[in-house]
């Protein structure tokens, strides 16, 4: 009965009336855009295409069926590129026609000229001098062997700068053509005029090179993100990317490798960042890596980037803390000082120890602002301790932090790191990322602790205590609590935890460390409500504290 459904639908589409003010029959292109569901934002069709023809739904199986059995569209005329890389098709009345004003009296209209030049100096880009592999041709499809086909259309009502359409979606040689806006010139468009036209040439003539390497619907997120990259390269003074900044920088909690219609095209910085960091060589090597692995899957990169997927996370997040007011465009992204949204703080502490935890997605990445009231102090030192709950890949880092160009960046290690201030700063932002693969809706909590130790009184006494055992916080505490201690020498410590009738319970430290501060958690989660110690000892000095659990 399903099979019936499929067959009756496809044969209405098939059969589908013809255009109105042309009188041509329907084609696959106005298929799609009759059953595309208008996106948030203006830009690319090209995601909502990707994911109808890889849909397995009745719905979509019928749109498949249809779309197989439609040819391109049909137009009044066209014209080719000196180059002979591509044909634009395009009429020359009716609401699809671009401005027909042709000021150098070739015979083509000015919009059409440009539009061949602007496909041309894409594929000088992309192809000869970043060095991707040319588009599959698709024999005559577009009236001419070799050459990609370019169509002009009235996409403004549907909020499309522009879209790249597949001939052959499953199996073999992908095949694509390309259709943009005739002219780029309604309200709805934040770029306008040539600009668009500029931008849009980049980034769909980029598509059809995808296609070629990878064109699954779980790329979309880096078809979109390269490709606006890509406009960027080639249209540096048009900078169109910026609209889009918003949706990246507000939405934290949306990993980096998602698609939802406007989060990927801000999320290019993540393209802008290792290009600028890589060179733009990169950007080709990943796409390799999709195509060699036959997927989208972000951990492909990790064979790519040189220190790994986890340090290029943190390290974006470090980039991105020198945005808007806080800009850098020398160290950090060169057009910071164009992006005007940044990253503020998911949690702010100014004590001195800090204990909490924060849940994040899987690529994501998030801040603590350490904030003292007086700042931080030459001598002072940082110490920081994290407990994972639930199996992630972490990464953190440290930006010490007065201005835009004064800062520091201190990485840190493992699950606990401690490093002396060499010079005073106003705050530190403590930077953490999740490189944990994709889990749905998984989250990952991540316990954390602080401890700032001042180098108040330091240097008076004639020789430093060998250890100092401080104070465990919070204290009552349910579930965990923090233990810190500082150590003046290299020396074997053990730090012990045993309840009221001397028995131990736990062993949290057995081993050589060196001088710094340190934070131990202690996990009671296992163990019932009362009283315990925690015992230090180095050699034949011991010294004991005491806490109190309460569930």
Not at 510 to 515: G, W
């Amino acid at each position: 009965m399903k099979y019936i459904f499929l067959l009756i639908i496809s044969a209405f589409f098939t059969a589908s009336a013809c255009n109105a003010d042309t009188g041509k029959t329907e084609d696959r292109s106005s298929l799609f855009l009759r059953h595309l569901e208008k996106p948030r934002i203006v830009k690319s069709g090209t995601p909502q295409l990707i994911k109808l023809l890889n849909d397995e739904s009745d719905d979509a199986r019928a749109f498949k069926a249809a779309y197989s059995s439609m040819s391109r569209p049909e137009m009044d005329a066209f014209a080719d590129s000196h180059q002979g890389h591509f044909r634009v098709h395009y009429d020359i009345s009716g609401s699809d026609a671009p401005d027909q004003a042709d000021n150098d009296l070739n015979g083509i209209p000015d919009y059409v000229d440009s539009t061949l030049v602007y496909l041309e100096y894409a594929w000088q880009l992309i192809v000869v001098d970043l060095g991707f592999g040319p588009p599959n041709y698709d024999g005559m499809q577009g009236g001419l062997r070799d050459v990609v086909d370019c169509y002009l259309k009235n996409l403004a009502s549907q909020n499309l700068y522009g879209i790249t359409y597949p001939d052959n979606y499953t199996g073999g040689l992908i095949t694509a053509y390309i259709e943009i806006d005739n002219d780029f010139t309604e309200s709805i468009y934040p770029t306008k005029g040539y600009d668009a036209l500029k931008i849009t040439t980049a980034h769909e003539f980029f598509h059809t090179i995808h296609y070629t390497y990878y064109g699954s619907s779980d790329s979309i997120w880096w078809m979109e993100q390269s490709a606006v990259w890509l406009e960027d390269l080639a249209w540096d003074d048009v900078n169109d990317y910026l609209n889009y900044m918003y949706f990246f920088l507000s939405e934290r909690d949306l990993p980096l490798d998602t698609s939802n219609g406007s989060f990927e095209y801000g999320a290019t910085l993540f393209a802008q960042y290792i290009a600028q960091r890589y060179g733009e060589s990169i950007i080709r090597e990943t796409w390799s890596s999709l195509r060699d692995n036959q997927s989208g899957k972000i951990e492909n990169f990790n064979s790519v980037l040189p220190q790994g997927l986890p340090q290029a996370i943190s390290d974006l997040a470090v980039w991105l803390y020198f945005t808007g007011e806080r800009a850098n465009n020398t160290d950090f992204f060169a057009d910071a000082g164009l992006i005007k949204n940044t990253y503020f703080p998911d949690a702010v502490t100014s004590a001195e120890s800090k204990t909490d935890s924060l849940s994040f997605h899987h690529y994501t990445f998030k801040y603590i602002d350490i904030s003292p009231a007086d700042g931080l102090s030459s001598g002072d030192s940082l110490s920081f301790r994290f407990i994972d709950r639930d199996g992630g890949i972490w990464k953190s880092q440290v930006i010490l932090y007065s201005s835009p160009y004064n800062y520091k960046i201190e990485q840190l290690t493992g699950n606990s790191s401690s490093f002396l201030i060499s010079r005073p700063f106003d705050r530190a932002i403590l930077v953490i990322a999740n490189a944990s693969q994709g889990n749905g809706n998984k989250e990952y909590n991540y316990i954390y602790s602080i401890n700032i130790v001042t180098s108040e009184g330091v240097g008076d006494e004639a020789a430093p205590e060998p250890f100092v055992l401080h104070q465990n916080y919070p204290n009552p505490f349910n579930n965990t609590s923090t233990i810190p201690f500082t150590i003046s020498e290299k020396s074997h410590i053990t730090l012990k935890i045993m309840n009221m009738q001397g028995a131990t319970v736990a062993t949290l430290v057995d081993d050589v460390l060196y001088p710094g501060v340190y934070n131990e958690i202690f996990d009671g989660s296992g163990l019932s409500s009362g009283m315990y110690f925690y015992r230090m000892n180095i050699g034949t000095l011991e010294k004991t504290g005491k806490m109190t659990l309460m569930k």
